[in-house]
């Protein structure tokens, strides 16, 4: 069964911003989602974790977190789930890391919040969490701004997966770093799901960033899923014009290039 | 002979910490009507390298020949008048660095050729504003007015405005979306093919892969590699090369290579030990 199931799901402001999103995330699936600014990408993610923005609304479909449709959701069942069932990563990591604690301390936090640990089996488990986004255990006593940008995001994700969320929302989330550390955090992600099951939501604006770990594929403009399908179609038998156009563009300025086709 | 040609440079930073060593012998040449990218990440000494040829810090040892003279041991003055005279210009990532938010699209076009002293200014700033596929009603507006795309091609287009013999693009389409990139790229090997040199300096191995002739991979403040485009991206050599290339995510390597990857990383990580 899915865990994350969306159904023509639109968000309006004064008038309607996404016009529809369908898509189901199995347990351990990814599922990617590639446009450029403006597109509604992130809107769709944030319906999805009950976040939208002041004065945005699900103004049509449906959402299904872990068999709760979400529109019955108080704000209190929805607190409670996000952490624990849902939970998200985005571009800029320094904005969601608490300048003046410790890395340690805001790991330890959630898992303390969410799950009720004490003392040792605190400390125990954010030196793992530390350790399962490869991290050393000096990082626990250390403050955000000591850390790199790489650094910085893999804390923030050890916070986001602290409390043992079933999904995990990557939001261009490494979109900011450095090539050979943006595949790092994707060799990150890859080895989550593979170890925990986490079941992921990968968002960029690159297609070739989706390419390299999701299943399904669905790219939007403007609103609009304008084609959705497995990897392998996107890539190969692309529909749509404007896929074609971001598959263009790899192929006649990035390294597609030069690569030996195999 | 070479239009740059950089050897042994080395950049020094002074820092609370001590001495940072931001450039280690560096050498390159780029000739008259080639592009060579430099690639680096956070760190490699790409950034200083850009200001170094710019006159923007001063190099500790080594030699920055521009057009037959060692500008390294420029005096101020010396530099100033290289600057008017237009032949090396340069690009930033983000276009609002080399605009000015309070002129016009025309002014900031118009200036370098004031500076220069030259004629028809009018005439040239339409001339380069279709070049760059802008429309002239832009020209009354501010740079705040316009859009990222349109202001990455102002400066392009105020770059070449001068027809200088060198442009140095320091992350010129790092800041863009994809429609917008395909078309500055689009404008740069246009340049190529018309014979200004450029020196393309990115993070992102994939921008710079379709625009030129030769890469060279900083790591580090030292120049590890440095070849033909296909073959750095075919057979790359040094470990953090490879690294790069493994990095880069493109369409037709969908999860490969993660074990071989690790590998290189701590390959990398006991060199950075020993260094």
């Known amino acids: 069964m899915s865990i994350l199931s969306l159904r023509d799901v639109r968000v309006s402001l004064d008038r309607e911003i996404v016009h529809g999103v369908t898509f189901d995330l199995e347990p351990g699936g990814v599922v990617g989602i590639v446009g450029e ?22 103004s049509g479909g449906s959402i299904s ?35 003046s604690l410790t890395i340690g301390s805001q790991i330890a936090e959630v898992a303390q919040v969410k799950l009720g640990l004490r003392r040792r089996a605190l400390k125990a488990r ?76 990968v968002v960029s604006h690159d297609l070739a960033v989706v390419a390299q770990v999701c299943d399904e594929v669905l790219v939007m ?32 300025y990035g390294l597609e290039r030069y690569l030996v086709t195999p | 002979m070479s239009l740059l040609e950089i050897s042994d440079l080395d950049v020094h930073y002074r820092r609370r910490t001590g001495r940072l060593h931001a450039l280690r012998s560096a050498s390159l040449s780029l000739s008259p009507g ?18 170094a040829i710019l006159g923007l810090v001063r190099p500790s040892a080594g030699k920055i020949v521009i057009d037959g003279a060692d500008v390294a041991a420029f005096t101020p003055r010396q530099w100033r008048e290289l600057r008017r005279r237009g032949t090396v210009q340069y690009v930033f990532q983000d276009p609002l660095r080399s605009l000015d938010p309070d ?18 200014i009018p005439d040239k700033v339409h001339k380069i504003l279709a070049r760059v596929r802008l429309e002239q009603v832009l020209l009354d507006r501010l740079p705040g007015e316009l859009s990222g ?12 405005i001068t027809e200088p013999r060198l442009v140095l693009l320091d992350e010129p389409v790092s800041a863009l979306d994809s429609a917008n990139r395909v078309q500055i790229l689009e404008l740069l090997k246009q340049l190529r093919d018309a014979g200004t040199a450029l020196l393309f300096i990115s993070h992102d191995l994939g921008s710079v892969a379709g625009v030129a002739d030769r890469i060279a991979v900083l790591y580090r403040g030292e120049i590890v590699e440095d070849r033909a485009a296909a073959s750095v991206i075919n057979e790359p050599a040094h470990p953090y090369t490879k690294l790069l290339v493994s990095s880069a995510p493109t369409l037709r390597s969908a999860a490969a290579g993660r074990a071989a990857r690790s590998e290189l990383r701590n390959l990398l990580d006991l060199e950075g030990a020993s260094a």
């Open chain 1, 37 to 58: 600014s403006g597109s509604g990408k992130t809107l769709t993610c944030r319906a999805a974790l009950g976040i939208l923005p002041e004065g945005f609304t699900v």
């Open chain 1, 65 to 99: 977190l872990d068999g709760h449709d979400v529109a019955s959701l108080s704000s209190k069942q929805w607190t409670a789930l996000r952490g624990s069932t849902i939970s998200a990563v985005f571009q800029d990591p320094a904005s969601y890391l608490n300048p």
């Open chain 1, 126 to 201: 954010t030196l793992q969490l530390l350790d399962a986004v490869r991290l050393s255990s000096a990082v626990h006593g250390q403050y955000p701004h000591e850390l790199s940008g790489g650094m910085l995001q893999r804390a923030l994700i050890a916070t986001a997966i602290a409390a043992e969320p079933k999904i995990l929302i990557a939001d261009e989330a490494t979109t900011a770093l450095d090539v050979t550390v943006q595949a790092e955090i994707l060799d990150l992600l890859a080895e989550l799901r593979e170890s925990t099951g986490l079941a992921l939501v």
């Open chain 1, 221 to 252: 403009r403007a609103g609009e899923v304008v084609e959705q399908g497995p990897v392998e179609k996107i890539l190969y038998r692309p529909d749509h014009e404007y896929t074609r156009l971001l598959i263009e563009e790899h192929e006649s």
């Open chain 2, 34 to 51: 080639e592009t060579v990218g430099i690639i680096g990440e956070t760190g490699s000494g790409k950034s200083t390298l850009a200001r």
């Open chain 2, 103 to 120: 002129l016009t699209i025309f002014d900031s076009l118009a200036e370098p050729l004031r500076i220069h002293g030259s004629a028809d």
């Open chain 2, 149 to 160: 795309g349109q202001r990455q091609r102002v400066a392009v287009a105020r770059a070449l």
